[in-house]
């Protein structure tokens, strides 16, 4: 029985995704980068050691990575302080809905663990995650299984029994990978034939899985 959900959390849980482009954009602007598209979709659901090796892939050993990462994460943490981490819609929902009909309830995201925290502590969902595993705990994050493999193994599940809800490529390639139901939500990026092929259901909203999951359990 499939009672287990693993949620990555940017562009899932929290409307991040949109803020980090602009954040992206504006940092590489004022460091005179150049047009960093590429490189923002790609590291999306990267851990920053892989998003490191990406972009220097994409734009040469000499990239001046740490300097850009650090410049956009100060930048996004003002964003957030001045305007709120903003949530996306039927967050609420689907999470009172899981915990009282006791389902386990985990989360799997490759951002670092402070700020994992501090988003989920501002906005008063810490507790709703039996466990909650960041991109520092495992040497190479999203689309490789790890995340999701440790996250179960700390919920004690099999990762057949368990569904993945992300919104990203990297994300749905990592829960497959790693054995899980992969299902999609789409944020900024659309998935492809090949994702597609991964899926184990795809929504536009959380309130439209959380009347899956309601309908599916009536059956």
């Keep these: 029985m499939t009672n287990t959900i693993i949620f990555d959390m940017d562009g899932v849980l929290f409307d991040t ?107 008063g969902l810490t507790h709703y995650f039996r466990t909650i595993v960041t991109g520092d705990m495992v040497e190479h994050s999203k689309p490789n299984p790890d995340i999701y493999l440790k996250a179960c193994e700390e919920l004690g599940v099999s990762p057949v029994n368990a569904i993945a809800i992300e919104d990203s490529p990297n994300g749905i390639r990592s829960a497959y990978r790693a054995g899980m139901k992969p299902v999609m939500v789409p944020d900024m990026i659309e998935p492809t034939a090949e994702i597609e092929a991964m899926l184990y259901g795809k929504f536009y909203s959380l309130l439209d899985v959380v009347d899956y999951i309601k309908n599916r359990n009536r059956g």
């Design 17 to 123: 995704e949109r803020i980090s482009y602009e954040c992206w954009a504006e940092v590489a602007d004022a460091m005179k980068l150049g047009d960093l598209g590429e490189g923002i979709k790609g590291c999306v659901g990267l851990n920053h050691t892989d998003a490191e090796i990406l972009m220097g892939n994409l734009y040469g050993k000499d990239f001046p990575f740490e300097e850009f990462s650090e410049t956009v994460h100060a930048l996004m943490k003002r964003r957030f302080l001045e305007e709120g981490v903003p949530l996306k819609e039927g967050v609420k929902e689907i999470l009172e809905y899981l915990t009282e009909n006791g389902y386990i309830v985990g989360l799997a995201s490759s951002t670092g663990r402070g700020s994992v925290m501090e988003h989920l502590e501002q906005t």
